[in-house]
């Protein structure tokens, strides 16, 4: 099954929702350019819109409607959080185009994630979805909790895999476990069913962004349509760090010290790190050779494991389970393509310096 199997029930859905939010940009007095249009005109799977839709639709009483104008409200949250994390992370490419950050500057795409705020509540306040308010408000304050916590945890070697896990919950989880709550609301399931399919997009949302810190090791720009080792060039500490660090000796240690030079008083939140190359290198290399990206893709199939177990709970349809099940094997998968061949381009990589 691939993803657009998992979503063909709410396609439609889905399609009316990207042209809702192209026909905003359209009719709005704002500047926009290509890149920014860009964002909305190829979307990436819409897994947040598209799991509100299925949840909703698979319930006793679907409410598609509705759905879509959430899934609408949603998806706009989504994208402005993006066009502020360009700006905090200086990323250049989004989907291989050129960000909205790079091409109109900081402040354009800080206001235009703004903007997108600003309509995402309006859209909730025209569809009188103000029970729907509260969920999707606690899910944007995790959000920005979860990025300000990465951000005071910048170059922090000894960050843990709970506090890890918590930034992961904020900053992704959290929007997750919202948009199946609203859903399953949406559709009339009973309140065991749906805080089953709130637990399914937390534990979800956590496997996935583990799932997407992996690929920033070993997945490739063609894939990803962005530039790899992003986080360790911002100093932002990833399981996979975490994970090879907690295997080095006091003295390995010791001399990765110093790895990152962090200042208090940078000039703007996308100002590049000061870091030694050399020890960057050194630690990436370490990375890849101390089994922690094996152990961090383990750690995402412990996390759909338990997603999988939420769908296995009374109350919901077989439908339903398989294709939220099929949801975790595909993300599970994305990442075990890119590690295999992430080992299989570094051996023969080796094999050529060996014959050189």
Request: hydrophobic share 45%.
């Amino acid at each position: 099954m691939t993803y657009e199997e998992v979503f063909r029930d709410v396609a439609a859905g889905l399609r009316e929702i990207q042209s809702r939010m192209q026909a905003i940009l359209d009719t709005s007095a704002i500047p926009v350019d290509d890149a920014f249009k860009s964002t909305i005109k190829y979307p990436g799977k819409l897994l947040r819109p598209g799991l509100l839709l299925l949840s909703a639709k698979s319930g006793k009483e679907p409410a598609l409607e509705r759905a879509i104008a959430l899934g609408c409200s949603v998806e706009m949250l989504h994208v402005a959080t993006l066009l502020h994390d360009d700006v905090i992370d200086g990323s250049c490419l989004r989907r291989q185009m050129p960000t909205a950050a790079r091409s109109l500057g900081d402040n354009c795409s800080v206001l235009l994630g703004d903007y997108l705020f600003a309509r995402s509540l309006k859209l909730l306040a025209e569809s009188r979805e103000f029970d729907s308010l509260l969920p999707i408000a606690r899910a944007v304050e995790a959000c920005a909790e979860g990025e300000l916590l990465e951000q005071a945890n910048l170059c922090n070697l000894a960050l843990g895999i709970d506090e890890y896990m918590l930034i992961n919950e904020k900053k992704t989880a959290r929007l997750f476990e919202a948009c199946c709550r609203l859903g399953a609301t949406l559709g009339a399931f009973g309140d065991m069913a749906i805080e089953s399919l709130a637990e399914f997009g937390l534990h979800f949302g956590l496997g996935f962004q583990i799932i997407d810190d992996l690929l920033d090791f070993v997945g490739d720009i063609a894939s990803l349509g962005k530039p790899i080792y992003q986080d360790l060039a911002h100093g932002v500490i990833t399981l996979p760090t975490i994970l090879a660090l907690s295997v080095l000796s006091d003295g390995e240690r010791d001399e990765l010290d110093g790895l990152f030079s962090c200042h208090a008083d940078r000039p703007s939140c996308a100002a590049p790190l000061e870091y030694d190359r050399e020890k960057m290198l050194k630690l990436r290399e370490f990375i890849n050779s101390s089994g922690a990206l094996e152990a961090t893709l383990n750690a995402a199939r412990g996390l759909f494991d338990e997603a999988k177990k939420m769908t296995e709970r009374p109350g919901l349809p077989d439908i339903l389970r398989s294709k939220l099940d099929q949801l975790c094997s595909l993300m599970l998968e994305k990442g075990q393509i890119a590690l295999a061949g992430f080992r299989e381009s570094t051996t023969i990589e080796k094999k050529g310096l060996e014959q050189s």
